[in-house]
Structures are given as C-alpha cells and as structure tokens.
C-alpha cells in the first residue's frame, strides 16, 4: 500500500458584507465564541478578540474590495 495523503488544496473566498462606518469582527461570519463565553476569537486566525465589537483583530485576514 502506498501513501494516500493529501496532495493538494482547493482554496476557496468567502465575501463578508459589514456596514461601512463598523467594519469590525462582530459581523463576521467566522467569529467564535470560547467557552467561557466571555471571551471571542477568530475562526480563521486564532486570534483572540477582545474588543470584538469595536474593530477588527490585528491579523484578520480580510481584504477590502472596494465597489
């Protein structure tokens, strides 16, 4: 038998509308709660969010398109 492993990824965008004088992770579809429930963190990065509601995380991953 061989090796069945992974040999390559489909990489995949997702658009994710904010309103436009708050764009911060609270409208993100990838926040996460912890599970104190306190606390929220980005699916994507990791990244805990303390100030959710306020701007985005410091290595959010998203891009701006503008239009």
Same mark, same amino acid.
């Given at each position: @038998?061989?090796? *069945?492993?992974? &040999? *390559?990824?489909?990489?995949? &965008? +997702?658009?994710?509308? @904010?309103?436009? =004088?708050? =764009?911060? $992770?609270?409208? $993100?579809?990838?926040?996460?709660? &912890?599970?104190?429930? =306190? @606390?929220? @963190? $980005?699916?994507?990065?990791?990244?805990? +969010?303390?100030?959710?509601?306020?701007?985005?995380? =410091?290595?959010?991953? +998203?891009?701006?398109?503008?239009?």
């Amino acid at each position: @038998m061989g090796w *069945s492993g992974v &040999t *390559s990824y489909h990489r995949f &965008t +997702l658009n994710v509308y @904010m309103p436009e =004088d708050n =764009d911060c $992770c609270q409208y $993100c579809p990838v926040i996460r709660y &912890t599970r104190d429930n =306190d @606390m929220r @963190m $980005c699916g994507q990065t990791g990244e805990y +969010l303390p100030h959710y509601k306020a701007r985005r995380g =410091d290595r959010c991953p +998203l891009v701006e398109v503008e239009g």
